[in-house]
């Protein structure tokens, strides 16, 4: 259960910093969220999402009926993320570490957290 609430509270600051500063979440990327609507986009992909997979973690870390598919979706998803970033290496070769290779490997480490979490 406390890797559940760990990938919970990542979720949260994540879905937390997206909805307060979203120029600043995507600026590592070099995206620019310098209009309303680019800025909205940000809020409800990195904000309304993440504190979204944040609560329905919580929930599933309370509610053993839920646990197992809640957590699997959850992983899942952060191997879908961690796909999309290792084609993205393959289409577009980024050589630096940070940002897409530290993201690509904190979303298998949160995967594979929760996968353990599996019985």
Do not use: C, K, N, S
Not at 37 to 47: F, K, M, S
Request: net charge positive; no cysteine.
């Amino acid at each position: 259960m406390v890797v559940i609430v760990v990938v919970a509270v990542f979720f949260a600051g994540m879905g937390i910093y997206g909805l307060a500063a979203p120029a600043a979440l995507v600026r590592p990327f070099a995206l620019q969220a310098d209009t309303g609507h680019a800025r909205t986009e940000v809020r409800a992909v990195y904000g309304g999402f993440g504190l979204a997979i944040a609560a329905v973690l919580l929930v599933a870390a309370t509610t053993p009926d839920l646990r197992r598919g809640v957590v699997l979706a959850v992983a899942i998803a952060l191997l879908g993320m961690a796909a999309g970033r290792l084609i993205g290496r393959i289409a577009d070769r980024p050589t630096a570490f940070y940002p897409i290779w530290f993201y690509f490997w904190v979303e298998v480490a949160l995967a594979a957290a929760l996968l353990l979490t599996i019985r």
